[in-house]
């Protein structure tokens, strides 16, 4: 890992338009990611972290709007490349997903997917030559019988092998920075466990940045070297994961921790943060946290506060830790 940042996503701003509003989903976002850095967006559902890594990936649905800010991947702003430079920084950006059976096309064997994203990418046309780099991938996943798998459809796989498929596939485009959004959620305990062993492996072996976007705080700590919390839209808290979970400032961290189940105390009852998101069509004026916060305040309620780096490289948006922006 170096201290130089591969990706600076500056004030992102991100609404969707739907019939009866505006979503406003991602509010004035900063994070970086240095080189063979992994960072963490972990958030309960509907925090905006899927709407950040969709807009680094440039694949954001019709109906987002981007309405502030910048994202700059290896000194470039991603959104206003020049056409020319669009296909040579794609490939280096790669985001996968949740739900690997919904990402591979059914009717096709997955040598016949595969020896088309490495005809496309790489530029060859010996199909020879296309098997042997496809099951050099197959294999780098650590996927038992590479050959069965390429020749064989995606149903006949399981979830965890269909994961190391898109993992295998995805590198084969010789990404820079992989984009990982919740990929282990439909595996079991211990596929997911050995997923994330591997793409540990797999980011020193490739020189990787990856950008792991999960709920699961754990999983966070298990793999990040950096965690950004993020609540309704905003980032509420970022430090390394060793100080996160050693020293959590914000009053959603440290509810995010408390409902990590202990394992060792039998039959102990799932803790979850009492109460829900706010509607994000009319975000709060204040704090984004203040309906849930057992801590809050009339200053809470009408000021928002800052993220402010409060402790050397760990950064919180909480009035506790410092009065008004303004
Ligand atoms: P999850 O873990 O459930 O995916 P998330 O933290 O990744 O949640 P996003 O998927 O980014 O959150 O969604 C942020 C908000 O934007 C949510 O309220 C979601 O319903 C909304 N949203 C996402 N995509 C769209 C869309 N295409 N149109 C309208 N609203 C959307
Ligand atoms: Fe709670 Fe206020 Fe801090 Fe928000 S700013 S988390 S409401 S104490």
Same mark, same amino acid.
């Given at each position: 890992?170096?201290?130089?940042?591969?990706?600076?996503?500056?004030?992102?701003?991100?609404?969707?338009?739907?019939?009866?509003?505006?979503?406003?989903?991602?509010?004035?976002?900063?994070?970086?990611?240095?080189?063979?850095?992994?960072?963490?967006?972990?958030?309960?559902?509907?925090?905006?972290?899927?709407?950040?890594?969709?807009?680094?990936?440039?694949?954001?649905?019709?109906?987002?709007?981007?309405?502030?800010?910048?994202?700059?991947?290896?000194?470039?702003?991603?959104?206003?490349?020049?056409?020319?430079?669009?296909?040579?920084?794609?490939?280096?950006?790669?985001?996968?997903?949740?739900?690997?059976?919904?990402?591979?096309?059914?009717?096709?064997?997955?040598?016949?997917?595969?020896?088309?994203?490495?005809?496309?990418?790489?530029?060859?046309?010996?199909?020879?030559?296309?098997?042997?780099?496809?099951?050099?991938?197959?294999?780098?996943?650590?996927?038992?019988?590479?050959?069965?798998?390429?020749?064989?459809?995606?149903?006949?796989?399981?979830?965890?092998?269909?994961?190391?498929?898109?993992?295998?596939?995805?590198?084969?485009?010789?990404?820079?920075?992989?984009?990982?959004?919740?990929?282990?959620?439909?595996?079991?305990?211990?596929?997911?466990?050995?997923?994330?062993?591997?793409?540990?492996?797999?980011?020193?072996?490739?020189?990787?940045?990856?950008?792991?976007?999960?709920?699961?705080?754990?999983?966070?700590?298990?793999?990040?070297?950096?965690?950004?919390?993020?609540?309704?839209?905003?980032?509420?808290?970022?430090?390394?994961?060793?100080?996160?979970?050693?020293?959590?400032?914000?009053?959603?961290?440290?509810?995010?921790?408390?409902?990590?189940?202990?394992?060792?105390?039998?039959?102990?009852?799932? $803790?979850?943060? !009492?109460?829900? #998101?706010?509607? &994000?069509? *009319?975000?709060?004026?204040? /704090?984004?946290?203040?309906?849930?916060? =057992?801590?809050?305040?009339?200053?809470?309620? $009408?000021?928002? !506060?800052?993220? #402010?780096?409060? &402790?050397? *490289?760990?950064?919180?948006? /909480?009035?506790?830790?410092?009065?008004? =922006?303004?």
């Amino acid at each position: 890992m170096t201290d130089q940042p591969i990706l600076q996503v500056e004030n992102l701003t991100i609404d969707y338009v739907v019939l009866d509003g505006i979503i406003k989903a991602v509010r004035n976002v900063s994070f970086t990611i240095n080189e063979g850095e992994v960072v963490c967006l972990v958030g309960e559902s509907g925090s905006g972290k899927t709407t950040v890594g969709l807009a680094i990936s440039r694949a954001l649905p019709e109906n987002a709007i981007i309405r502030e800010g910048r994202i700059i991947f290896k000194g470039r702003d991603l959104l206003n490349l020049e056409i020319r430079d669009k296909s040579t920084i794609e490939d280096k950006v790669m985001m996968i997903f949740q739900d690997p059976a919904a990402t591979l096309n059914p009717l096709f064997k997955v040598g016949e997917i595969f020896s088309d994203v490495i005809k496309h990418h790489l530029k060859l046309s010996d199909q020879l030559k296309i098997r042997e780099k496809a099951l050099e991938f197959l294999k780098a996943v650590e996927l038992p019988d590479p050959e069965r798998i390429f020749n064989s459809y995606p149903h006949e796989l399981s979830g965890g092998m269909l994961q190391r498929v898109i993992i295998a596939i995805t590198l084969s485009v010789n990404p820079k920075l992989l984009i990982a959004d919740e990929p282990t959620t439909m595996l079991d305990v211990t596929l997911q466990a050995q997923i994330l062993d591997l793409l540990i492996n797999l980011k020193k072996k490739f020189g990787l940045s990856i950008l792991f976007i999960t709920h699961n705080l754990s999983i966070a700590a298990e793999i990040g070297d950096r965690i950004i919390v993020m609540y309704g839209g905003e980032i509420v808290e970022e430090a390394s994961s060793e100080e996160l979970l050693k020293n959590p400032l914000h009053p959603y961290t440290k509810g995010l921790l408390e409902c990590i189940p202990k394992t060792h105390i039998k039959y102990s009852k799932l $803790k979850s943060i !009492p109460g829900m #998101i706010f509607d &994000l069509r *009319n975000p709060p004026l204040g /704090c984004v946290f203040v309906d849930r916060c =057992t801590e809050a305040t009339d200053l809470c309620r $009408k000021d928002k !506060p800052r993220l #402010i780096e409060f &402790l050397k *490289n760990h950064k919180v948006a /909480c009035h506790l830790y410092r009065g008004s =922006t303004k």
